[in-house]
C-alpha cells in the first residue's frame, strides 16, 4: 500500500462514521497531512452540516501548514453552494496545493466540475485512489444518482427446508412466528436504521401489523413504503400511526394524503416494480430494504430490480406452508449468528 492509498484508507474510515445519517448526502471522511504527518481529519455526519473536508480544515492547529499541506478526501470535493458552501472554495482559500480523491462524484450537480475547478486554480490534483473502495463505500449514492433508482436490498428468513411461514389453518388467525434467533432480530433492526426505506406488500401488513421501525436499535427509523394496490389494508394499522413519514402505493385516485402519509397512485399491471422506484427516486429515496412476502419479494428478483439479498436461514422445519422466494445462490456469502445462518449475494448487474 502506497502512502496515497494509506490516507485514502483512513478517509474511508472516516466517512463510515457517517453511516445512515448523512441522507440525502454520501459518505465522506477527508485527512489532511503534512510532512508525513496527519495534521487534520474529519468526516460529514449529516446533511445540512460541515462536510468533511470543512471539518478536517477546522480540526488543524496551525492553519499556516495549510500551504504547505496535502488534503485527501474519499469523494470529490463539491463545486456547488447546497445548504454549505463549495468545498473547493474552502481548499482554494487556504491555498492547500495538493489534493487527492478516492472517486469523483456521481452526482451531476458535481460530476467532475470540483476537479476541474481546483486544476483551474493552479492546485494539484490525483484522482481514482482506492476508488473501488471509494464506489463501495457509497453504493446506495452511486446507484441513486446512476441508475435513477434506490439501492435495493432483499431480505427475508426462512426455515430450515425452505418455507417463509408454516401454512395457516382456516380460521387460525396468524400469529407473528419467529424463525430466527434474538440476535438475528436486533440485527436486522441495525439494518433497519442503516437504510433510508423498508418496504413491505399488502399481505406483510394484514397478516403481522408490522411497526416497521428500528426500535431494537439506536438509530433513525426508515421510511415506510407500502404497497395496497386495492385500499386493503386496515386504516388502525402501525403503519398509518403517523408516526414516521410513510409512502403508500395504491391504484386508486381517491386517497387522501396528509403530512406523513403519502398516497401515490400506480398501475399494478404495467411494470409495477419500475414505476415504485421511479416514485422512491423522487422521494430522494436513495436506499430501501425489502421485507415484504414472498410475491413482493418475488417480484423484485423477477424484475432484475435488487442489488444484494440477505437470507436468514433458522433451524426451524416447517413441512409446507408459504415458500421462500427462488433466487440464484451462486457467489454466496456465508456467515453464522449462533444457530442461524446468514447468506449474503450481490447482485452484478
Known amino acids: ?30 485527512v489532511i497531512v503534512h510532512e508525513g504527518k496527519i495534521i487534520g481529519e474529519g468526516w460529514h455526519k449529516k446533511a445540512g452540516e460541515p462536510h468533511a473536508e470543512v471539518n478536517a480544515v477546522q480540526s488543524v492547529k496551525d492553519k499556516s501548514l495549510l500551504k504547505k499541506a496535502t488534503i485527501y478526501v474519499s ?24 489534493v487527492v480523491v478516492g ?20 492546485i494539484n490534483v490525483t484522482v481514482g485512489v482506492l476508488e473501488e473502495e471509494c464506489n463501495e463505500l457509497n453504493k446506495r449514492f452511486f446507484t441513486f444518482h446512476q441508475k435513477k433508482r434506490p439501492y435495493i436490498i432483499l431480505k427475508w428468513a ?3 427446508d425452505g418455507f417463509l411461514a408454516p401454512e395457516k389453518e382456516i380460521g387460525q388467525k396468524r400469529k407473528p412466528i419467529w424463525i430466527t434467533n434474538q440476535y438475528s432480530r436486533q440485527l436486522v433492526h441495525k439494518w433497519r436504521s442503516e437504510e ?11 397478516d403481522d401489523n408490522p411497526k416497521l ?11 415506510r413504503v407500502v404497497l ?26 381517491n386517497n387522501i394524503s396528509t403530512e406523513n402519509i403519502i398516497f401515490e397512485k400506480i398501475d399494478f399491471n404495467e411494470n409495477a416494480i419500475s414505476q415504485i422506484l421511479d416514485v422512491l427516486h423522487q422521494h430522494q429515496i436513495q436506499s430501501v430494504i425489502i421485507e415484504g412476502g414472498r410475491q413482493t419479494l418475488q417480484s423484485f428478483i423477477d424484475s432484475d430490480l435488487w442489488n444484494e439479498a440477505r437470507i436468514f436461514i433458522g433451524t426451524t422445519i416447517f413441512e409446507k406452508g408459504v415458500k421462500a ?25
Open 103 to 122: 472517486t469523483v462524484d456521481p452526482n451531476e450537480k458535481v460530476a467532475g466540475r470540483g476537479i476541474k475547478k481546483l486544476i483551474e486554480n493552479g
Open 213 to 223: 421501525n428500528a426500535r431494537d436499535w439506536s438509530g433513525n427509523n426508515p421510511v
Open 325 to 349: 422466494p427462488i433466487i440464484q445462490k451462486s457467489n454466496v456469502l456465508k456467515t453464522s449468528i449462533q444457530n442461524d445462518e446468514l447468506l449474503y449475494i450481490r447482485n452484478h448487474d
Open 158 to 160: 426462512e426455515s430450515q
Open 75 to 98: 469523494l470529490e470535493p463539491c463545486s456547488h453552494f447546497g445548504k454549505t458552501p463549495p468545498c473547493c472554495d474552502l481548499i482554494i482559500a487556504n491555498k492547500i496545493p495538493n
Open 196 to 206: 433510508q426505506a423498508i418496504l413491505v406488500g399488502t399481505q406483510t401488513v394484514i
Open 1 to 30: 500500500m502506497n502512502t496515497h492509498e494509506k490516507y485514502i484508507k483512513r478517509c474511508i474510515e472516516l466517512a463510515q462514521n457517517g453511516f445512515g445519517t448523512t441522507y440525502p448526502n454520501p459518505m465522506v471522511g477527508s
Open 228 to 253: 395496497d394496490q386495492n385500499n386493503r389494508i386496515s386504516k388502525d394499522s402501525f403503519v398509518f400511526d403517523d408516526s414516521v413519514k410513510t409512502i403508500v402505493f395504491s391504484k386508486s385516485e
